[in-house]
């Protein structure tokens, strides 16, 4: 048959049998229940073949041990630290549900970063099982100098106080504020919070180099407290000296997603994507970059909009946010992030104080079981863990606890009617969407085990991801970097590859180019990448059956970003089997 043939074939839903390709000797099976690695098994016993294969007879490999691990949609991010540094620790917050660790450069040295990487790497070299990386970078601290009196001032409401650029020590009558910037920004009316909001000042005066506030709410205020400004946009950088250090060095080490703090305007993220661009050291996969929306300004006008345009994904980081925020109002930007995320295709993450009493309790109180189904329902893409994980007494409690949760919600029949209304509507009529779409509406048609998707930098998953299909989504891609940096969204369920292939053999010192990558010639037999996609659904846990059935899509010819144009349906015993028969030449 020829590629042009097949190709053609390829189009129509396969009720018809292909070249054979099954291995002999490979089975269906059910692993020992002790049993949690990923691994495949086969069987030693080869079938006759005087007479045509059964299904059984020439699938592909065993079935690990099924667990609501690899069946959840909702992903978790989970922060490391003190508590959660071991291999030990991090491998049970693995298996525990974590899909995504964070390493915040905010603490820790850089090389420790890089022993926590390499860990990580090695555990999923062991499940072969995708694991992404995100670190996470500080951004500007903005704090107030320091006071005559080591443990501070108690401010009283309605005294005035005043910020300045006088480097000497401070009383209860002023400090220093050693950011121009803000005093350059702020305008009489304009709210100051210290200490994460427990003193609130408004400025009443402005002179050069001063502000004079009137003490809203009393408290005291202390050597080193940081400063929020809701209601100024500061003309600063939101990537100082030290995440300019750290960037470059993430980008050394290979982390899959880049987080960048501070973000006030669409401008800091074209800033970043330039020196991402300069500091990129060459062969490197460059990061996927993630919004932490955390500042008022991000929501003036159609900054939102630009800002989830322009980044590969938002992380809703509700600590700052909730500062310079009021409080009933935080609930209502979340669900807004998700909803612009969701409409432009972008994976978002819910994060902040989602378990927060289990930083010294084995369980959470019900408030916060609420809140990370609060956002499970509003179409998180993934909810994250940070002193829960990093420095509490229960790192792989709190990270199950998520799962549990996770598991509880998507099995709910609520959220699945949910999340069907949410699907972005899209007036595109590119013939990508149409056939994701399709894929989508088949599986859940034909009940369908999962749907395959073929890609090489993720575009053709993540509009899979949004339209929340009823099944998982197996992403096949010849590149490690991308299925880690898709870990993150929604549903998806990324094939570990081996190096520039789509799951065949390949030459690992080969080496390929990202923009126009060399696919080898074997690889280009569909019916062969067809084979691997069935393993890759077996060794997930994905079917359990030889005649559980996949939807496949894929762009023909191969190598091609961004296009789908073939949608096929076949059974997971292969694509040379249709109810319950194989051909074999």
Wanted: glycine share 6%.
């Amino acid at each position: 048959m020829s590629r042009f043939t097949a190709a053609i074939l390829c189009v129509l839903l396969a009720t018809q049998s292909s070249e054979a390709f099954a291995p002999r000797g490979f089975t269906f099976g059910v692993v020992s229940p002790s049993e949690t690695r990923l691994a495949v098994a086969a069987s030693s016993v080869a079938p006759s073949t005087s007479v045509p294969p059964t299904a059984k007879d020439t699938t592909v490999a065993q079935v690990p041990r099924l667990s609501q691990r690899w069946r959840k949609s909702t992903k978790q991010l989970a922060t490391l630290g003190p508590a959660s540094s071991t291999k030990e620790m991090i491998e049970k917050l693995f298996l525990a549900g974590a899909d995504v660790f964070r390493l915040n450069f905010s603490h820790g040295s850089q090389e420790q970063k890089k022993e926590l990487l390499d860990i990580i790497r090695e555990i999923e070299e062991k499940y072969s099982h995708p694991i992404a990386i995100l670190g996470d970078l500080q951004g500007p601290k903005l704090r107030v100098g320091e006071f005559s009196k080591p443990e501070g001032e108690v401010l009283n409401i309605g005294q005035t106080f005043r910020f300045d650029g006088d480097s000497a020590k401070g009383d209860n009558k002023r400090v220093q504020l050693p950011h121009p910037e803000i005093i350059e920004a702020s305008e009489i009316g304009h709210v100051l919070l210290v200490d994460d909001g427990k003193v609130k000042l408004t400025v009443t005066g402005k002179g050069k180099g001063y502000l004079d506030c009137h003490v809203d709410v009393d408290g005291k205020i202390s050597n080193r407290k940081g400063v929020n400004t809701p209601d100024s946009v500061l003309e600063i950088s939101p990537l100082t000296p030290k995440d300019r250090s750290d960037l470059e060095y993430m980008l050394g080490i290979g982390v899959d997603w880049v987080a960048l703090s501070f973000v006030q305007r669409p401008e800091d993220i074209v800033e970043i994507h330039e020196l991402i661009d300069k500091l990129l050291p060459e062969g490197m996969f460059k990061p996927a970059v993630m919004a932490k929306i955390e500042k008022p300004s991000c929501f003036v006008g159609d900054s939102l909009v630009k800002i989830v345009e322009l980044c590969d994904g938002i992380m809703v980081a509700r600590g700052d946010l909730g500062v310079e925020c009021a409080p009933e109002d935080v609930p209502l930007l979340q669900k807004e992030i998700i909803d612009t995320c969701r409409a432009l295709r972008k994976p978002v993450t819910v994060a902040t104080q989602m378990l927060e009493s289990m930083i010294d309790s084995p369980t959470p109180t019900r408030a916060e079981a609420s809140d990370v189904a609060t956002a499970i329902y509003d179409g998180a893409d993934a909810i994250m863990l940070s002193a829960e994980s990093a420095a509490g007494k229960y790192p792989e409690e709190s990270v199950a606890m998520q799962q549990r949760i996770i598991n509880r919600v998507e099995g709910d029949a609520h959220y699945k009617k949910m999340s069907q209304l949410s699907i972005p509507l899209s007036s595109e009529g590119d013939t990508t969407t149409c056939i994701i779409r399709a894929a989508s509406q088949i599986a859940s048609t034909v009940n369908a085990k999962a749907i395959v998707c073929f890609t090489l930098r993720g575009s053709t998953v993540l509009q899979a991801s949004q339209e929340r299909p009823n099944v998982p989504i197996l992403a096949i891609t010849p590149f490690k970097e991308t299925a880690r940096q898709l870990v993150l969204a929604w549903g998806v369920y990324p094939e570990l590859p081996k190096t520039g292939s789509y799951g065949s053999r390949v030459d690992e010192e080969q080496i390929f180019e990202y923009e126009s990558p060399v696919i080898e010639h074997e690889t280009s037999d569909f019916d062969l990448i067809l084979r691997n996609s069935c393993r890759a659904a077996l060794k997930k846990g994905l079917v359990s059956d030889p005649n559980d059935l996949l939807v496949v899509t894929a762009g023909i010819p191969f190598g091609t970003p961004g296009a789908a144009n073939v949608i096929r349906v076949m059974p997971a015993a292969g694509p040379n089997c249709w109810n319950g028969v194989c051909r074999a030449d």
